[in-house]
Nanobody
């Protein structure tokens, strides 16, 4: 079992930066594929960034070059550094832990709101 708690969301002006954190408790954090998703009301949840246990990363085209995902296995934490933020980045951001070998094992955090507005 893995529990996830996101933090770091808030209100930021266009062009600004935020860093989201996702603290995990439970066992074997280091083996999980960690993802950041985001969701706008009325739309499907969108995969934003992924980092594997080997620290391979992947990004949605809409955030490439602006967002960076990283993990610190010693702290059981995954981060999402968001730079050059745009109003269209406004969403609730969710952390997800996905077991690499058992697709049905997947955990979610409660979400953190990011609002980009002047």
């Amino acid at each position: 079992q893995v529990q996830l708690v996101e933090s770091g969301g808030g209100l930021v002006q266009p062009g600004g930066s935020l860093r989201l954190s996702c603290a995990a408790s439970g066992s074997a954090f280091s083996i999980y594929v960690m993802n950041w998703y985001r969701q706008v009301p009325g739309k499907q949840r969108e995969l934003v960034a992924t980092i594997t246990s080997g620290r391979s990363t992947n990004y949605a085209d809409s955030v490439k070059g602006r967002f960076t995902i990283a993990r610190d296995n010693a702290k059981n934490t995954v981060y999402l550094q968001m730079n050059s933020l745009k109003p269209e980045d406004t969403a609730v951001y969710y952390c997800n832990a996905h077991h690499p070998l058992v697709p049905t094992i997947s955990y979610w955090g409660q979400g953190t709101q990011v609002t980009v507005s002047s």
